[in-house]
């Protein structure tokens, strides 16, 4: 198994940061690869159908959230994971927002970590940029 943890500080209270980022559907609100979240229901369980900037899709599955997180797993999509799964949330860090994103994964080719961190970096930048450090 692997895992990536990416974290950053933001000048803005958590309530703000989460006002924006919260909420297993608001991935296409603030993340620049992803163009649109298509809330599904299986089973009685949400999942998210994620349309990609430039072609693609992921589906991913709600593993659950509270006041300021959320878990999901990846069921079907074009990263080279397998058996992924991962915590979104925001934290008080002294009265600024911490985001964390943190993933265990089973990687399925070369540079799967990269893949997944390139991922969690370039959202990150854009909070950063959105709300400053």
């Given at each position: 198994m692997?895992?990536?943890?990416?974290?950053?500080?933001?000048?803005?209270?958590?309530?703000?940061?989460?006002?924006?980022?919260?909420?297993?559907?608001a991935?296409a609100?603030?993340?620049?690869?992803?163009?649109?979240?298509?809330?599904?229901?299986?089973?009685?369980?949400?999942?998210r159908?994620?349309?990609?900037?430039?072609?693609?899709?992921?589906?991913?599955?709600?593993?659950?959230s509270?006041?300021?997180?959320?878990?999901?797993?990846?069921?079907?999509?074009?990263?080279?994971?397998?058996?992924?799964?991962?915590?979104?949330?925001?934290?008080?860090?002294?009265?600024?927002a911490?985001?964390?994103?943190?993933?265990?994964?089973?990687?399925t080719?070369?540079?799967?970590?990269?893949?997944?961190?390139?991922?969690?970096?370039?959202?990150?930048?854009?909070?950063?940029?959105?709300?400053g450090?």
């Open positions: 692997a895992q990536v943890t990416r974290s950053t500080v933001l000048a803005a209270s958590p309530a703000e940061v989460w006002a924006v980022v919260g909420g297993f559907q991935l609100d603030w993340h620049p690869a992803v163009a649109t979240s298509a809330q599904e229901m299986t089973g009685g369980v949400e999942h159908r994620l349309a990609l900037e430039g072609g693609g899709e992921i589906l991913e599955k709600s593993l659950g509270d006041a300021m997180s959320y878990g999901y797993a990846i069921l079907e999509g074009p990263l080279p994971v397998a058996d992924y799964t991962s915590v979104f949330s925001v934290t008080d860090a002294g009265g600024k911490c985001v964390h994103w943190c993933s265990t994964f089973t990687p080719a070369d540079g799967a970590e990269g893949v997944v961190a390139g991922v969690y970096e370039a959202g990150l930048a854009v909070l950063k940029e959105r709300f450090g």
